[in-house]
């Protein structure tokens, strides 16, 4: 469907749950930007019943002001460490070791703690990622926002495809797909989908004043 900002608003303004997710344009973007973004977002989800996924490691969403509970980031976090092999299951953060940690065990240096390692320790978000689920299992018969920003094809299978398929068999739910070169909306979805070819962190910070 053809983006309109009226229409936006009043899909906002009906939404019963909103989810986000929020891709590598907000990684890759001005920090200064994202930041004002990031602050755009957590104004417009105040006091609404919402959920947060990122396929980012910057860790710059949870400083900005959205409520931590309501956030997963399954990639992972480049403020924290693990063993390369992951040995001993352990998880650090990087204020807490020297300059050249290593680990305890085997006594390889440390590894950001991120999607990216060859042995990817994914206990750090494993028990967000339940309480996402828990959350859109109770999302199916509600009015049901769906706002995918800056996604692409970065790691398809943790929210570009989920949000398709929610949408699809969710009656009551809308997709707004935001993003500066991927926006494409598969056919099925093309009267319950927007596809708005622009910057996400650019949307963010002129679309979200309701």
């Keep these: 469907m053809k983006y309109c900002i009226e229409n936006w608003k009043q899909d906002i303004a009906d939404a019963e749950k909103i989810v986000v997710g ?13 930041k004002e973004a990031y602050g755009a977002l957590g104004t417009l989800l ?3 019943d919402y959920f947060v996924v990122s396929i980012n490691t910057d860790d710059m969403i ?10 997963v980031c399954p990639c992972g976090s480049l403020d924290r460490l693990q ?18 940690p290593v680990c305890p065990d085997c ?9 990216d390692a060859a042995c990817y320790n994914e206990h750090a978000y494993l028990e967000q990622w339940r309480a996402y689920t828990g959350w859109l299992q109770n999302t199916l018969h509600h009015k049901l926002v769906l ?12 929210i570009h495809f989920p949000f398709e398929k929610m949408c699809l068999y969710n009656k009551q739910a809308i997709l707004y797909r935001v993003n500066h070169s991927f926006s494409m909306i598969p056919e099925e ?12 962190v650019t949307f963010c910070r002129n679309a979200f004043v309701i």
């Design 22 to 34: 929020i891709g590598r344009e907000f990684q890759t973007c001005d920090p200064d930007a994202a």
């Design 46 to 48: 105040n006091g609404r």
């Design 62 to 71: 949870y400083r900005s002001g959205l409520d931590n509970h309501r956030i």
């Design 83 to 100: 063993c390369p092999d992951n040995c001993n299951d352990r998880i650090y953060s990087v204020k807490e070791v020297g300059a050249e």
């Design 107 to 115: 006594g390889k240096p440390l590894v950001a703690n991120t999607v």
């Design 147 to 158: 706002l995918e920003l800056g996604v692409g094809m970065d790691f398809p299978g943790v």
């Design 189 to 200: 979805l093309v009267e319950k989908a927007y596809d708005i070819h622009e910057n996400a």
